[in-house]
């Protein structure tokens, strides 16, 4: 009986036995599979039958393998070649990894290769070649480097090329240009240089063509411009130059997407580009673009983005925004991004003509006057508005609160004044609302309590007086920050301020403001920054604030306070900075004190050219501390203890490691011994953090994009404090993460100060403290964390220190050291961030990064997998409008401010901390999906399904 059963299995068949065989090859290769696909391909069924395998009904042999997003990984065997029936491959959306086998180019029959978003690494292989039939090829998102193989000029038959999102080097082939079936070429997001092959404009029926996010360079030849079937173009993201041709909207008639952002364009607008109707995404952003708008834009009667940031178009003059007259014929606008230029005059009434579906409006960073025009109503669906940073004045119409979609509203940095609308109180769902910077007058409305999805809120630095509405003061939304500072505010604290349990940052300070800390305010735990000085309150620091014990910093100073300072601050783990200064207080706050016990190996915790560090316990309280103990046999070592000693003795900051004590004496054997003793830095450095070492825990090493943001604008505040709050000047002249230590709570904090120099010749004049004409310069520091010319002879100075924090932003976001083996032959960290800024941005971020995105969602499962990819890529050149995206971008270009070609183009101290402060301020809840909606470009490419 048992033998009958064995007899009665399906039997495999003798012609198709080297299938099954591989098969079950590429079977053992898969190292995770959680959805048990592989426990499917079993004996209890043909092969034929099994998950993903479609046969021939004719021969049962192999023809299609598709394993599609089915989460598994592993290498693919060698064996696969042996499916020599298959004409479709579709591993797309797993974890495969290791090299793609040459064997695939036995695979004659092959017409179909999809490999898109695994981990592949290695080359293209060569004989792939072979592949003569081979239509489709993507290969999207992995890790390849090398050239495009010379072999693939075989490929004459390929109809989509796809290699984007890779690590290959080299030039583009001439020879693409003899495929005179291709459709769609992408070679967007690699390390790609030289020129662009005037071949390829021999590619006659060519229709998706991008090359962004590379290191090309020279100009576009003109037969490039002559394809006149591409409806998509991107070069974007470049350091291509030149002027765009004047007749491209004449050769380019069937253009629908034309981006030329992030390179370095000159001269005019082609004003050509007004006759391709069909024209509905149009990006020039961040270039060299000058000149005034075409004034002929009816024609774009489908537009739904134009971008024109950071340009210099524009003539500082009135008529500058005339063009926006007509603008009113784009009836499908959504985006009008005409941010950082040249615009002058002041906004023209045709502004209410725009389309009544725009999202977002930004004007932000121009030298726009006047006021805001009356009669907004057409702009009922704008949802982001964004007018900071010019010199707009006068009131503010109360049409404003007719805006009800409005999220989003920047009227910051501007000459407005009289009273703050009460009819902003109608603008019920706004998340953000800067308004600092002005000169606003009179009370603030009651009616902003209206706005109860409000989660920033920003009346700084205006003339405000009045009392403090309980229906704001007590927005239970705001969860980010509430600041209300340099204003004349009058009166108490309302009681209502308990409201704000989920508030992190409360700033009242320099307003004149009285009575009793209200004891309702130890009802906001989630805080993490607390200002109130130079206020007039009274009385006693209420009891109730035991329970803020999340707070980093507290400034009660310059106030009436009086009574006992409060012992509970000493259990605020996380506190770093405590003023209480100018008061009538009395009592001392206990601070950790004692001596170490003990050095083995056991404890040591780090090492570097001076000294090691130990992990200690104090004898008198148990307090867990860092003993960095010099190394006085190293040339510099006793230099190096004295400079700590000098720097760090009177360093009093929340982002400085803090020193306990110094100890100079002799050790058992009667050598000399120096030591440091620090607070202990749980969570180690910065560096092992962004890199960490395979072990048991590397898993749980990984920064969320929140930590890292808090993490740099933690660094930016030591900077400025050591730059220009000591009493002289400081430059760290070491800055890198391995000096950047994390708290239990991963607070940041600056230290090693073995390196570091004053200023000794610093002035009150701003522009004169950013030398240091008595120290000339050896090699100092990391050499990739430092400036250039200190290589070169230079001298010491803060531009230094703000290189290096450059550099460390950008290594903190995008999770690459600069010293990263793809940063040759020209390529940098920093051009490597300039190539994907801005609508690239996610190629470059660290992958290890948690955070949620909604664009992150696969909505294209059920489409054809030829179109699929294409799709994904358009959408992405679009999905960079929400917050975390937003986010990301300002980061990085902070970064690259940093910086300077000459020390007067370098970003300040205090401007980096300021930017970054915006930053930091602004994004916290990056987890929420953007105001704008970023699917509304899917539609437009859905054609695609009949090629």
Same mark, same amino acid.
């Given at each position: 009986?048992?033998?009958?059963?064995?007899?009665?299995?399906?039997?495999?068949?003798?012609?198709?036995?080297?299938?099954?065989?591989?098969?079950?090859?590429?079977?053992?290769?898969?190292?995770?599979?959680?959805?048990?696909?592989?426990?499917?391909?079993?004996?209890?069924?043909?092969?034929?039958?099994?998950?993903?395998?479609?046969?021939?009904?004719?021969?049962?042999?192999?023809?299609?393998?598709?394993?599609?997003?089915?989460?598994?990984?592993?290498?693919?065997?060698?064996?696969?070649?042996?499916?020599?029936?298959?004409?479709?491959?579709?591993?797309?959306?797993?974890?495969?990894?290791?090299?793609?086998?040459?064997?695939?180019?036995?695979?004659?029959?092959?017409?179909?290769?999809?490999?898109?978003?695994?981990?592949?690494?290695?080359?293209?292989?060569?004989?792939?070649?072979?592949?003569?039939?081979?239509?489709?090829?993507?290969?999207?998102?992995?890790?390849?480097?090398?050239?495009?193989?010379?072999?693939?000029?075989?490929?004459?038959?390929?109809?989509?090329?796809?290699?984007?999102?890779?690590?290959?080097?080299?030039?583009?082939?001439?020879?693409?240009?003899? &495929?005179?079936? @291709?459709?769609?070429?992408?070679?967007?997001?690699?390390?790609?240089?030289?020129?662009?092959?005037?071949?390829?404009?021999?590619?006659?029926?060519?229709?998706? &063509?991008?090359?962004?996010?590379?290191?090309?360079?020279?100009?576009?030849?003109?037969?490039?411009?002559?394809?006149?079937?591409?409806?998509?173009?991107?070069?974007?993201?470049?350091?291509?130059?030149?002027?765009?041709?004047?007749?491209?909207?004449?050769?380019?008639?069937?253009?629908?997407?034309?981006?030329?952002?992030?390179?370095?364009?000159?001269?005019?607008?082609?004003?050509?580009?007004?006759?391709?109707?069909?024209?509905?995404?149009?990006?020039?952003?961040?270039?060299?673009?000058?000149?005034?708008?075409?004034?002929?834009?009816?024609?774009?009667?489908?537009?739904?983005?134009?971008?024109?940031?950071?340009?210099?178009?524009?003539?500082?003059?009135?008529?500058?925004?005339?063009?926006?007259?007509?603008?009113?014929?784009?009836?499908?606008?959504?985006?009008?991004?005409?941010?950082?230029?040249?615009?002058?005059?002041?906004?023209?009434?045709?502004?209410?003509?725009?389309?009544?579906?725009?999202?977002?409006?930004?004007?932000?960073?121009?030298?726009?006057?006047?006021?805001?025009?009356?009669?907004?109503?057409?702009?009922?669906?704008?949802?982001?508005?964004?007018?900071?940073?010019?010199?707009?004045?006068?009131?503010?119409?109360?049409?404003?609160?007719?805006?009800?979609?409005?999220?989003?509203?920047?009227?910051?940095?501007?000459?407005?004044?009289?009273?703050?609308?009460?009819?902003?109180? =109608?603008?019920?769902?706004?998340?953000?609302?800067?308004?600092?910077?002005?000169?606003?007058?009179?009370?603030?409305?009651?009616?902003?309590?209206?706005?109860?999805?409000?989660?920033?809120?920003?009346?700084?630095?205006?003339?405000?007086?009045?009392?403090?509405?309980?229906?704001?003061?007590?927005?239970?939304?705001?969860?980010?920050?509430?600041?209300?500072?340099?204003?004349?505010?009058?009166?108490?604290?309302?009681?209502?301020?308990?409201?704000?349990?989920?508030?992190?940052?409360?700033?009242?300070?320099? =307003?004149?403001?009285?009575?009793?800390?209200?004891?309702?305010?130890?009802?906001?735990?989630?805080?993490?920054?607390?200002?109130?000085?130079?206020?007039?309150?009274?009385?006693?620091?209420?009891?109730?604030?035991?329970?803020?014990?999340?707070?980093?910093?507290?400034?009660?100073?310059?106030?009436?306070?009086?009574?006992?300072?409060?012992?509970?601050?000493?259990?605020?783990?996380?506190?770093?900075?405590?003023? @209480?200064?100018?008061?009538?207080?009395?009592?001392?706050?206990?601070?950790?004190?004692?001596?170490?016990?003990?050095?083995?190996?056991?404890?040591?915790?780090?090492?570097?050219?001076?000294?090691?560090?130990?992990?200690?316990?104090?004898?008198?309280?148990?307090?867990?501390?860092?003993?960095?103990?010099?190394?006085?046999?190293?040339?510099?070592?006793?230099?190096?203890?004295?400079?700590?000693?000098?720097?760090?003795?009177?360093?009093?900051?929340?982002?400085?490691?803090?020193?306990?004590?110094?100890?100079?004496?002799?050790?058992?054997?009667?050598?000399?011994?120096?030591?440091?003793?620090?607070?202990?830095?749980?969570?180690?450095?910065?560096?092992?953090?962004?890199?960490?070492?395979?072990?048991?825990?590397?898993?749980?090493?990984?920064?969320?994009?929140?930590?890292?943001?808090?993490?740099?604008?933690?660094?930016?505040?030591?900077?400025?404090?050591?730059?220009?709050?000591?009493?002289?000047?400081?430059?760290?002249?070491?800055?890198?993460?391995?000096?950047?230590? @994390?708290?239990?709570?991963?607070?940041?904090?600056?230290?090693?100060?073995?390196?570091?120099?004053?200023?000794?010749?610093?002035?009150?004049?701003?522009?004169?403290?950013?030398?240091?004409?008595?120290?000339?310069?050896?090699?100092?520091?990391?050499?990739?964390?430092?400036?250039?010319?200190?290589?070169?002879?230079?001298?010491?100075?803060?531009?230094?220190?703000?290189?290096?924090?450059?550099?460390?932003?950008?290594?903190?976001?995008?999770?690459?050291?600069?010293?990263?083996?793809?940063?040759?032959?020209?390529?940098?960290?920093?051009?490597?961030?300039?190539?994907?800024?801005?609508?690239?941005?996610?190629?470059?971020?660290?992958?290890?990064?948690?955070?949620?995105?909604?664009?992150?969602?696969?909505?294209?499962?059920?489409?054809?997998?030829?179109?699929?990819?294409?799709?994904?890529?358009?959408?992405?050149?679009?999905?960079?409008?929400?917050?975390?995206?937003?986010?990301?971008?300002?980061?990085?270009?902070?970064?690259?401010?940093?910086?300077?070609?000459?020390?007067?183009?370098?970003?300040?101290?205090?401007?980096?901390?300021?930017?970054?402060?915006?930053?930091?301020?602004?994004?916290?809840?990056?987890?929420?999906?953007?105001?704008?909606?970023?699917?509304?470009?899917?539609?437009?490419?859905?054609?695609?399904?009949?090629?």
């Amino acid at each position: 009986m048992s033998s009958s059963l064995k007899s009665a299995r399906i039997p495999a068949y003798a012609d198709d036995e080297s299938d099954h065989l591989a098969l079950l090859d590429f079977k053992n290769r898969i190292s995770e599979d959680p959805l048990q696909i592989m426990n499917l391909w079993n004996d209890s069924a043909h092969f034929c039958n099994w998950f993903g395998v479609t046969c021939s009904p004719s021969t049962k042999r192999v023809m299609v393998l598709n394993l599609q997003a089915q989460r598994l990984s592993g290498s693919i065997t060698p064996s696969i070649g042996n499916l020599t029936y298959l004409t479709g491959i579709n591993l797309k959306n797993n974890s495969f990894y290791d090299e793609i086998p040459q064997e695939v180019g036995r695979l004659r029959r092959l017409q179909h290769l999809n490999l898109s978003y695994n981990s592949f690494g290695g080359n293209l292989p060569s004989n792939l070649s072979h592949c003569t039939q081979l239509r489709v090829l993507h290969v999207v998102d992995n890790k390849l480097v090398g050239h495009i193989p010379k072999q693939f000029n075989l490929l004459l038959k390929l109809v989509f090329l796809q290699l984007a999102r890779n690590n290959l080097i080299g030039s583009i082939p001439a020879w693409i240009g003899n &495929f005179s079936l @291709l459709y769609v070429l992408s070679l967007y997001r690699n390390i790609l240089k030289g020129s662009i092959p005037s071949e390829l404009g021999r590619l006659s029926g060519l229709r998706f &063509f991008s090359l962004a996010v590379n290191n090309l360079s020279g100009t576009i030849s003109p037969p490039i411009y002559n394809i006149s079937s591409i409806y998509h173009f991107s070069v974007a993201a470049n350091l291509l130059h030149g002027s765009l041709p004047p007749n491209v909207g004449l050769t380019l008639p069937n253009l629908e997407r034309f981006f030329v952002d992030l390179n370095s364009f000159i001269g005019h607008i082609p004003v050509s580009l007004s006759n391709v109707s069909r024209l509905y995404m149009l990006d020039f952003g961040e270039n060299g673009l000058t000149g005034t708008v075409p004034q002929n834009l009816e024609s774009f009667h489908d537009l739904v983005h134009l971008n024109f940031y950071d340009n210099s178009l524009g003539n500082r003059k009135v008529g500058d925004l005339n063009f926006l007259d007509f603008l009113a014929n784009c009836t499908s606008l959504k985006v009008l991004a005409l941010d950082f230029n040249q615009f002058g005059g002041v906004l023209p009434n045709s502004i209410a003509n725009l389309s009544s579906r725009l999202r977002w409006l930004g004007l932000g960073g121009n030298i726009i006057r006047g006021g805001i025009p009356n009669g907004n109503d057409n702009l009922v669906n704008l949802t982001d508005l964004e007018l900071h940073g010019n010199y707009l004045s006068g009131p503010l119409p109360n049409a404003l609160g007719k805006l009800q979609q409005l999220r989003v509203l920047y009227l910051n940095n501007n000459k407005f004044s009289g009273s703050i609308p009460s009819s902003l109180g =109608n603008l019920t769902k706004l998340i953000k609302l800067f308004m600092d910077e002005n000169k606003f007058e009179g009370s603030i409305p009651l009616s902003l309590g209206n706005c109860q999805d409000l989660l920033e809120l920003n009346l700084s630095s205006n003339n405000l007086n009045g009392t403090i509405p309980k229906q704001a003061i007590g927005l239970s939304s705001l969860s980010i920050y509430l600041v209300m500072s340099h204003n004349s505010l009058t009166g108490t604290l309302p009681f209502e301020v308990g409201n704000l349990k989920n508030l992190w940052k409360l700033d009242l300070s320099e =307003n004149r403001l009285s009575g009793e800390i209200p004891a309702s305010l130890g009802s906001c735990t989630s805080l993490v920054s607390l200002h109130l000085e130079v206020n007039s309150f009274e009385g006693a620091i209420p009891p109730s604030l035991k329970t803020l014990r999340g707070l980093n910093e507290i400034d009660l100073s310059r106030n009436n306070l009086s009574g006992q300072i409060p012992e509970f601050f000493s259990k605020f783990l996380s506190l770093k900075h405590l003023n @209480l200064s100018h008061n009538d207080l009395f009592g001392k706050v206990p601070k950790l004190s004692g001596s170490t016990n003990g050095f083995s190996v056991d404890n040591l915790i780090g090492s570097g050219s001076f000294g090691s560090v130990y992990k200690g316990v104090l004898s008198s309280n148990g307090a867990v501390i860092a003993v960095k103990v010099l190394n006085l046999q190293q040339r510099g070592g006793s230099k190096s203890f004295v400079n700590e000693c000098n720097f760090l003795r009177s360093l009093r900051h929340r982002n400085l490691l803090m020193v306990i004590t110094a100890c100079s004496s002799v050790d058992h054997q009667r050598n000399d011994f120096k030591s440091l003793v620090f607070q202990f830095m749980s969570n180690g450095s910065l560096d092992q953090w962004l890199h960490p070492i395979e072990d048991e825990q590397h898993q749980c090493k990984r920064l969320s994009f929140i930590q890292r943001l808090n993490i740099a604008m933690d660094v930016a505040y030591a900077l400025q404090y050591i730059h220009l709050h000591f009493q002289t000047p400081i430059v760290h002249c070491d800055l890198k993460p391995s000096n950047v230590l @994390l708290n239990e709570d991963m607070v940041a904090h600056v230290g090693d100060y073995g390196l570091a120099k004053f200023v000794i010749d610093a002035s009150h004049n701003p522009s004169k403290n950013q030398s240091m004409s008595d120290f000339s310069v050896a090699l100092k520091g990391s050499i990739e964390y430092i400036p250039p010319e200190y290589g070169m002879g230079g001298q010491i100075s803060i531009l230094g220190d703000i290189y290096s924090y450059g550099v460390l932003l950008l290594e903190m976001f995008t999770g690459k050291r600069p010293t990263d083996d793809m940063f040759k032959e020209g390529l940098s960290i920093q051009k490597f961030t300039v190539m994907a800024l801005p609508y690239r941005v996610m190629d470059i971020v660290d992958l290890s990064m948690p955070f949620e995105e909604n664009e992150d969602d696969d909505e294209t499962n059920n489409v054809d997998i030829e179109e699929s990819a294409i799709i994904e890529e358009v959408d992405h050149h679009f999905n960079t409008r929400s917050r975390v995206v937003h986010c990301l971008i300002s980061v990085l270009q902070i970064g690259l401010l940093c910086f300077a070609t000459s020390p007067h183009e370098c970003l300040p101290t205090n401007d980096v901390v300021n930017k970054m402060r915006a930053i930091t301020d602004t994004f916290p809840e990056v987890r929420h999906a953007s105001p704008i909606d970023e699917n509304i470009y899917l539609g437009r490419v859905e054609d695609s399904r009949n090629w």
